[in-house]
């Protein structure tokens, strides 16, 4: 009997132990969640406001404008908008950057264009047989401006020039130089007075002879069609050039 007691004394003080253990384990369903804490950390420090005071007057100037208007931009810009202006009313177009897109384009247009005028003024002026002395060319060095000629005539010696013209074939200029000859003996004649400033109509009407108003009449075509006409005269033609220059200033040797 005795055993049997303690037998169920076991069993009891058994049974409050698992009640007593399960009660402290927690129940966890399949949909709860666990919300993972971190620390916060709460700054309970004073902050002292701060106050901006009279901004608009401290930041002025052209360093902080950062929009502006086409009044204020630069003239480049007003000329862009000015041009975009006159294509939008000009080819009626309502949309700003159409009108835009379409000022860009012209613009670099007329900047090639430009260029190309410049290139080709710049290449003419060096083909160009009365300005090639300016560039230096090596075979030129030594060939007087015609514009010094003309100033000194009375002292020129224009056998000589026309010899190194010829050498040179420079033809153009040999027959320059026949004309200037021509006046200076014209001159020393005192058939002429010659001036820089006179045309060939000025020396025509004051030579009082028929016969050598024709001759000058003759050369001066033959002058005016060589020299300002900047035809490529060949060695032939400019032998019966220089046969008739020859030949009238034969005729007037003093």
């Known amino acids: 009997m005795n055993r049997i007691l303690r037998i169920h004394i076991v069993l009891l003080l058994f049974g409050f132990y698992c009640n007593a253990f399960n009660a402290d384990i927690p129940v966890i369903h ?97 083909m160009n047989d009365e300005g090639s002395w300016v560039f230096g060319k090596s075979s030129d060095k030594n060939i007087i401006p015609v514009t010094d000629v003309e100033n000194n005539i009375r002292t020129s010696n224009f056998k000589s020039l026309i010899a190194f013209a010829e050498k040179q074939k420079d033809f153009r200029l040999a027959v320059r130089y026949y004309y200037l000859w021509l006046l200076k003996s014209l001159t020393e004649s005192e058939i002429i007075e010659y001036d820089v400033e006179k045309t060939n109509s000025d020396y025509h009407s004051e030579i009082t002879s028929e016969s050598i108003k024709n001759e000058f009449a003759y050369t001066s075509y033959l002058y005016n069609y060589i020299w300002y006409g900047e035809f490529n005269v060949n060695e032939a033609q400019f032998s019966r050039a220089k046969q008739a220059f020859i030949n009238f200033l034969n005729s007037i040797k003093v």
Not at 85 to 93: G, K, V
């Open 30 to 126: 399949a949909n709860t969640t666990f919300i993972e804490q971190d620390s916060l950390q709460i700054d309970t420090s004073y902050i002292k406001p701060l106050r901006f005071e009279n901004l608009d007057d401290k930041y002025t100037g052209e360093d902080y404008i950062y929009e502006r208007s086409v009044e204020s931009s630069g003239w480049w810009t007003r000329f862009k908008q000015w041009l975009s202006d006159f294509f939008r009313d000009l080819f009626s177009i309502k949309n700003k950057g159409q009108a835009l897109d379409l000022t860009d384009i012209a613009i670099k247009i007329a900047g090639v264009i430009i260029f190309l005028l410049v290139v080709y003024f710049i290449f003419k002026a060096v």
